[in-house]
């Protein structure tokens, strides 16, 4: 596994994080915001 492959698990990973943290305090528009950066960010995993 490269490094480039690396860095984009880990941004993902990262989003998805936030994600749960924002939908549990309630904040569901940035949580999709957050949900659309990690998909974003999944498509270049491939």
Request: aromatic share 10%; hydrophobic share 70%; proline share 0%.
């Amino acid at each position: 596994m490269d490094l480039r492959r690396i860095s984009w698990l880990a941004t993902v990973a990262i989003c998805l994080i936030a994600v749960f943290v924002l939908v549990v305090q309630g904040y569901l528009g940035y949580a999709a915001v957050a949900f659309a950066v990690a998909v974003s960010a999944a498509i270049n995993l491939t």
